[in-house]
Structures are given as structure tokens and as C-alpha cells.
């Protein structure tokens, strides 16, 4: 299968790229820069989409970017990194005279409203409440393919939780603090924290790029799928878990104001409020964690 990745060079990307190698198919990426085995987003504009069978799309700027101040420009580069990007591409599949067949977007869970008791599924109904859920809103509607490309396109959303690993993501920031045993929760501790290891989001998207088993046409609207593992876990949970596996200390907790104050307000609920999020679907489609609980993810990453 020949595969396009969208922000295929990032976190994400290089453990879809080494798993999907591994499994003997052909990776091109497309990032802002060219480089071998790469197209840029440029080239989609101009030339259209090249030949692929699965299409992927992975790129935006980082939430938590700790490099930058929560401003007007951060807030537009968070929207337009995530919308322009999956437009190129669902407007490049539906213009293309050979489509792939399968077309994965990578989302979040942030369009599920923060609560301690609420579980939700894929089929949760939600409406944005926030700027983080109304971003879900309009990229996940980017992705949205016209009627006749739906016909012979199948749509994916996978909605992620906080994605564990040691080469990116959330770890990559907190690994040095807790090392220096200056790791402790976050606000009340109590939130909820939607988490999944890398190998497996990156599983769940090869699997979704899978052709269909039988000649049906896909179904009109995308197939959306939780990527976060079975076990809910607080983010106190999290926190004593990996400060036991790692032998540090967790007792430096980080007030709410605090982190509302460093990241802005619109952007600390990410780590101060969390969602019970079930990936029901997912495990409906047959998907086998292999990172099913925390102790077992931790120990991997932290081992490694
Ligand atoms: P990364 O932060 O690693 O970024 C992925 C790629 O996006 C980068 O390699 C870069 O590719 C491209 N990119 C970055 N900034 C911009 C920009 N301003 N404009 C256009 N492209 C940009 O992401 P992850 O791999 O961690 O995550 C993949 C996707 O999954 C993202 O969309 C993310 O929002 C989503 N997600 C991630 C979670 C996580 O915990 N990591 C949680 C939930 C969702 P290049 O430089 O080659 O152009």
C-alpha cells in the first residue's frame, strides 16, 4: 500500500512511518519542507494528489508548545495549521481521478466537555463549548468529503487523548522534572487523563487505512474512532504511577492558577480538566492494545 502522510515527519508520524515500513508499505510525506521520500504542501496545491492508496493527515502546530506565549497569532497558527492542512488534502482526494480508499484524520478529545463523571463514546453527542472543542469542530468538518468521493473514499476520525512516548508529546516534557523528582499533579489532581501509547494510535491508524473486506461502498459519513486506551486514569493516578516506576518523588503539586497564568486559561484546561473518554468503537472493531493500561505504557516508555 502506498501511503501519504500529512505531518508525517512529527511525534505521531515517525511511529506510523516505521510501523507501516515495517509492514512492507510505501511512506511519502508531506510536510512545509522538501526533503527526499517528501512533498510539500505547495506541490499538493499545484500538482494534486500523487498516486496513494491511503492518505493520513497528522500535521499541526503544537498545543503545548512551550515556546510560545497564548495570543491571537498562537491561536490562529493552533487553527489554521490543523484546518488549511486537512482541507488541501480532502479537497486534493475528492479532485483526484484515483482516489486512495481509506482517508485517517488525527483529532482530539478536547470536543468532549470536561467532567469528572461523564463517560463518553463515539457516539456522545457534543456541541463546541470552548475554543479547544470548537477547533475539533471546524477540523474534523475539513476533513469531511463530498458525496461522490465518499462513495469511494472510507472517511476515518480518530479523536486522541494525550499521546505517550518517549520521543515527543507530553513525556518528552515531563520526563526531566520528574526525573529531578520535581514532578507532582496537576490542579486538583482528580481531573480525569485520557491517555494512549503511541504504538497503539499508531496501530489504530493503520488499521483504519485498511481497505474495506467486503465491495460495499464506505459509509457516507466518517467512522470515528476513540484513541485512548481502555483504562481511565486522574491525573493524580498518572502522576504517582510514574514518579513509583521511575523511584522519584511526586509531591511538588502544580495549583491551577499557576498553570492558567504560564499556559493561559483557554489552554491549561487541557491539563487541569479531563474527559472519561471510552474507545468503545474501537475496541468494537476488533483493535487489540498493546498498551491497554498505565503501569505496562509507563514501564515501556520509561524502560526504553
Ligand atoms: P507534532 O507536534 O509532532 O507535529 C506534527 C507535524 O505537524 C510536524 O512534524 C510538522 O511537520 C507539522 N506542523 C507543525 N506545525 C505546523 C504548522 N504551523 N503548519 C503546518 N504544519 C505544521 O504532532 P504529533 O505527532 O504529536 O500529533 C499528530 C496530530 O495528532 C496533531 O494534529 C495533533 O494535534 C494530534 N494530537 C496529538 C496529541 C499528542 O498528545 N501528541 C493528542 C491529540 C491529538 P513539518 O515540519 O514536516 O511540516
Known amino acids: 500500500m502506498r501511503v501519504l502522510i ?20 510505501e ?10 521520500g517528501r512533498i510539500t504542501w505547495k506541490e499538493l496545491e499545484s500538482h494534486g494528489l500523487p498516486p496513494c492508496d491511503g492518505a493520513v493527515n497528522l500535521a499541526g ?20 495549521s490543523r484546518i488549511d492542512t486537512t482541507k488541501a488534502l480532502s479537497q486534493a482526494i475528492a479532485a483526484s481521478s484515483s482516489p486512495p480508499h481509506s482517508w485517517v484524520l488525527v483529532s482530539g478529545i478536547a470536543c468532549y466537555k470536561p467532567s469528572p463523571t461523564t463517560e463518553y463514546t463515539e457516539d456522545s453527542e457534543w456541541t463546541p463549548f470552548d475554543l479547544l472543542s470548537q477547533l475539533v469542530k471546524e477540523w474534523e468538518a475539513a476533513a469531511f468529503l463530498p458525496e461522490n468521493a465518499a462513495k469511494t473514499t472510507k472517511q476515518v476520525v480518530i479523536r486522541a487523548g494525550a499521546v505517550l512516548g518517549r520521543d515527543g508529546g507530553a513525556m518528552k516534557q515531563m520526563l526531566l522534572p520528574f526525573w529531578l523528582g520535581l514532578g507532582g499533579t496537576l490542579g486538583s489532581g482528580r481531573q480525569p ?3 494512549i501509547h503511541v504504538s497503539d494510535l499508531a496501530g489504530i491508524i493503520a488499521r483504519s487505512l485498511e481497505p ?27 502522576t504517582k504511577e510514574l514518579g513509583r516506576i521511575l523511584r522519584r518523588p511526586t509531591i511538588f503539586p ?6 492558567s497564568a504560564m499556559l493561559g486559561s483557554e489552554r491549561a484546561v ?17 483493535y487489540q492494545f498493546e498498551y491497554p493500561d498505565l503501569t505496562l505504557a509507563l514501564k515501556q516508555i520509561v524502560g526504553s
Do not use: C, M
Open 254 to 259: 502544580v495549583p491551577e492558577f499557576v498553570l
Open 193 to 195: 487523563f485520557p491517555w
Open 27 to 36: 511512506v511519502t510525506l508531506i510536510s512545509r519542507q522538501p526533503g527526499p
Open 6 to 25: 500529512g505531518g508525517g515527519s512529527g511525534f505521531v508520524g515517525r511511529e506510523l512511518t516505521r510501523l507501516l515500513r515495517d509492514k512492507g508499505h
Open 61 to 80: 502546530e503544537n498545543v503545548l508548545n512551550p515556546l510560545r506565549w497564548w495570543n491571537e497569532s498562537y491561536k490562529k497558527d493552533l487553527f489554521s
Open 212 to 238: 474495506l473486506r467486503n465491495t460495499e461502498a464506505p459509509p457516507p459519513s466518517p467512522q470515528v474512532y476513540n484513541g485512548v486506551a481502555p483504562a481511565i486514569t486522574t491525573n493524580h493516578e498518572f
Open 270 to 286: 487541557i491539563l487541569t480538566k479531563g474527559q472519561k473518554v471510552i474507545p468503545l468503537k474501537t475496541l468494537e472493531s476488533g
